[in-house]
């Protein structure tokens, strides 16, 4: 198995390829400051299992460790593939990653338009292998989701006159066993013209 592990704000991403032995039965990815691993379950400390890669689909094969403080400690990950009775039947090498602080995406600021109301925000400069889409938020809703890691704007006509609203972007990474955010803005409250 080869592991790839992507270093990004708020969290680090694990690419693995699949395993192709007929007797898997699911993954785990563990997570230690030291450079060794064994492949041994349940882990040999300081290795652990932070809870978020259980996979039994062979082909589920990415996940996202964004379960500790951003810092400048190096952590090492390795993923490994358990036949039913919790036997290793494949192994990644050992790949580092380090979780550093999620990104500003400046001021929001928000403007009236003839058609509705226009947000506006620093688009995300970061690695694209970190970014999967800007999710605009008002309270604790979504009102757009935006895959274009350029865009910096939205018009939308969704925010109703007279109406106030706590508006925030949000730039996130995604993979099949989890997500986390890469960058924001700070929340506004804004009331609709």
């Known amino acids: 198995m080869e592991l790839e592990a992507t270093s990004c704000p708020g969290g680090v991403v694990l690419d693995w390829s699949a395993s192709t032995h007929p007797d898997f039965h699911h993954y785990i990815a563990l997570r230690s400051p030291n450079a060794e691993i ?3 379950y349940p882990p040999i400390a300081p290795a652990v299992d932070w809870g978020d890669t259980y996979e039994t ?6 996940a996202v460790d964004a379960s500790i403080l951003p810092g400048p400690t190096s952590w090492n990950y390795r993923v ?3 036949d039913v009775d919790g036997r290793v039947v494949s192994a990644s090498a050992v790949r580092s990653g380090r979780i550093s602080e999620v990104v500003d995406l400046g001021e929001l600021t928000v403007s009236s338009t003839r058609d ?8 995300y400069a970061g690695s694209p292998s970190c970014f999967s889409f ?3 938020v008002s309270g604790g809703s979504v009102l757009s989701v935006i895959s274009d890691q350029d865009t910096a704007s939205l018009e939308t006509d969704a ?12 730039a996130v990474r ?20």
């Open 38 to 40: 064994a492949p041994a």
């Open 57 to 62: 689909d062979p082909f589920v094969t990415s």
């Open 80 to 82: 490994i593939a358990y």
């Open 116 to 123: 509705g109301n226009r947000l506006a925000w620093q688009p």
């Open 134 to 136: 800007y999710r605009v």
């Open 159 to 170: 925010l109703h006159p007279g109406t106030t609203y706590q508006l925030g972007v949000q």
């Open 174 to 193: 995604v993979t099949t066993l989890g997500s986390f955010m890469v960058g924001q803005t700070d929340t506004i409250t804004y009331t609709v013209p």
